[in-house]
């Protein structure tokens, strides 16, 4: 399996903030590579496929970034809405895998 | 608007199997995707379970497969899962997810649905 790695596993900041996730996979991934947030109680979101590319209807303040290995999803000015758990997941080779999560709080 | 939705027994015995439904309303589950089970344990990460395409063609986590089946019965537009010999282990929130072929992902989830393992 394709182990997925998130840093940091948590994060405090403030609204306005740029905020920066790092995920690290075991393995190349080429760009097969997806950001969800997730909010207590609720579903997981898909906010970045392909690596960088952003779903239908996502604020562009989200954006990702890498290949390969290596990548990070960017926030670029918090919202209050924004404050959530976020993981990363490969679609590269099965099983498909996801990240621990990062969890964004509110400092 | 296509819309996911899970159903099924929230309380399974262990050692008792675990039988979950996901409708697809709004639209075909024979388009061009993969259907998937999630699961999230309490205050834990995300696990896929495995896939289905409309054709029957099936993916498994490996970790999971030797207890899994998941289904499609495409007259009632519904994709399910069953997972045999449940302990303590398989409590979590069951989601269903479209895969999009088209390169999009995972782009649309049901609401999930918890399932507990206890007697």
């Known amino acids: 399996d394709i182990q997925m790695t998130q840093s940091p596993s948590s994060l405090s900041a403030s609204v306005g903030d740029r905020v920066t996730i790092t995920c690290r996979a075991s393995?190349?991934?080429?760009?097969?590579l997806a950001w969800f947030q997730q909010k207590p109680g609720n579903a997981p979101k898909c906010l970045i496929y392909?690596?960088?590319r952003l779903q239908s209807g996502v604020p562009s303040r989200f954006s990702g970034s890498g290949s390969g290995s290596d990548f990070t999803l960017t926030i670029s000015s918090l919202q209050p809405e924004d404050f959530a758990t976020y993981y990363c997941?490969?679609?590269?080779?099965?099983?498909?895998?996801f990240g621990q999560g990062t969890k964004l709080e509110i400092k | 608007q296509v819309q996911l939705q899970e159903s099924g027994p929230g309380l399974v015995k262990p050692s008792g199997t675990l039988s979950l439904t996901c409708d697809v309303s709004?639209?075909?589950?024979?388009?061009?995707?993969?259907w998937s089970w999630v699961r999230q344990p309490p205050g834990k990460g995300l696990e896929w379970i495995g896939e289905?395409?409309?054709?029957?063609?099936?993916n498994y986590n490996p970790s999971l497969k030797s207890r899994v089946t998941i289904s499609v019965d495409k007259s009632k537009n519904q994709f399910s899962l069953k997972l045999t010999s449940v302990t303590a282990a398989d409590t979590a929130v069951y989601y269903c997810?479209?895969?999009?072929?088209?390169?999009?992902?995972?782009?649309?989830w049901g609401q999930g649905t918890m399932v507990t393992a206890s007697s």
């Open positions: 289905i395409y409309h054709t029957g063609s099936t």
């Open positions: 392909a690596a960088s």
């Open positions: 393995q190349g991934l080429s760009d097969y």
């Open positions: 997810a479209r895969f999009r072929s088209t390169g999009e992902g995972f782009d649309l």
């Open positions: 709004g639209g075909s589950i024979s388009n061009s995707n993969w």
């Open positions: 997941q490969q679609y590269n080779n099965y099983p498909y895998t």
